[in-house]
């Protein structure tokens, strides 16, 4: 029998969408292990979207309901920095952005980009997750996203 007094369980978390853009499949794959199905325990499962290309990144995020895109700064033709601060610019409700950096030097350089968070290469996963995971939980809270890179 259950006790009438006990508290019912809060809803789980709702599921995140999140973008990942490089040219190169084996810098996707090394950001969604990193990350992970579900970034920490409080958050909701994570939904990924791959994207090979610029132009997908910003097809797949006009359609709305990204709640963050991860971007390899050093993706060719188009850098993820570029497309970071297209997106800033020209997105109303812009979803945070995280941006892969060659060498934490290159960091200043992300603060032009606009990007919310930076991460180096080569991917550190307790780093890139716990960034991951700050920036859905200001995306959920409905807080603006801190423009913090470093």
């Not at 550190?124 to 716990?130: F, K, L, R, S, Y």
């Amino acid at each position: 029998m259950s006790d009438p007094h006990a508290s019912h369980d809060a809803p789980p978390p709702r599921t995140h969408t999140v973008v990942v853009y490089s040219n190169d499949a084996a810098v996707r794959a090394a950001v969604r292990s990193a990350v992970g199905r579900r970034p920490a325990p409080d958050l909701g499962r994570v939904e990924w979207f791959e994207c090979a290309t610029g132009p997908e990144v910003v097809a797949r995020t006009d359609r709305g309901g990204v709640d963050l895109a991860i971007l390899d700064g050093e993706a060719w033709p188009t850098g993820g920095m570029g497309l970071a601060k297209a997106m800033k610019d020209e997105l109303t409700d812009c979803p945070p952005t995280l941006v892969l950096i060659a060498r934490r030097d290159d960091a200043w350089l992300a603060t032009w980009s606009l990007a919310d968070a930076v991460v180096s290469h080569p991917i550190d996963a307790p780093e890139i997750a716990a960034r991951a995971a700050e920036l859905l939980r200001r995306r959920d809270a409905a807080l603006p996203v801190r423009r913090a890179v470093g």
